[in-house]
């Protein structure tokens, strides 16, 4: 008699496929929440987009072991689903854009100072991945949050991840996201 194979080993199709995002020399990923059953998959995307942090903005579904091992910093900013972010969470938020893209920034000068002709590859930029449950209102909602700090008229920044990520951010959150700005 056949065994069928372990669920442990069955490797569970994305939810949605993650959606890069990218403006104004800023890198981002929005994804659904990663699973010990499909993490090897989303490491897998990590690599290829050099994410350097996730941003969990839901509770976790694995632990975050998985990706500090990768060298990969995990941000733990839960608020609650279909809501507009904290301050506080924003915060935090803008301070890891500026801390992740503004020492790009500063290296990329460095470099450029040097006067060698070295044909070294170029270092891959950093991107940063967020994910909520379904990736559709808390991770995309802290995207256009950064993409509105690049000078992004909000309704812009919303239609600009929507057009990437259909269903991402609900009436509720657009509406805050017009306000604060």
């Not at 194979?5 to 990923?29: C, E, G, M, S, W």
């Not at 839960?78 to 935090?92: K, R, T, W, Y």
């Not at 503004?102 to 060698?116: G, H, Y």
């Amino acid at each position: 008699m056949l065994k069928p194979p372990a669920y442990d080993k069955i490797q569970k199709p994305l939810l949605h496929p993650p959606t890069y995002v990218t403006y104004k020399d800023k890198r981002f990923l929005i994804i659904d929440t990663p699973s010990i059953n499909n993490m090897s998959r989303y490491l897998k995307e990590f690599e290829r987009w050099n994410v350097t942090d996730v941003v969990r903005c839901c509770k976790a579904a694995y632990s975050q072991n998985l990706l500090t091992e990768k060298g990969i910093q995990v941000h733990d900013w839960f608020f609650s689903d279909g809501e507009f972010p904290p301050q506080m969470i924003i915060d935090h938020w803008l301070r890891l854009i500026d801390s992740r893209f503004n020492k790009m920034i500063a290296q990329d000068v460095k470099d450029e100072e040097k006067t060698d002709d070295s044909n070294d590859d170029e270092p891959k930029k950093p991107c940063i991945a967020a994910h909520c449950v379904a990736g559709l209102g808390r991770a995309p909602i802290l995207i256009a949050i950064a993409l509105i700090e690049e000078g992004m008229d909000p309704l812009e920044s919303v239609e600009f991840i929507r057009k990437r990520r259909q269903g991402a951010i609900n009436n509720k959150q657009k509406g805050k996201d017009e306000r604060d700005k």
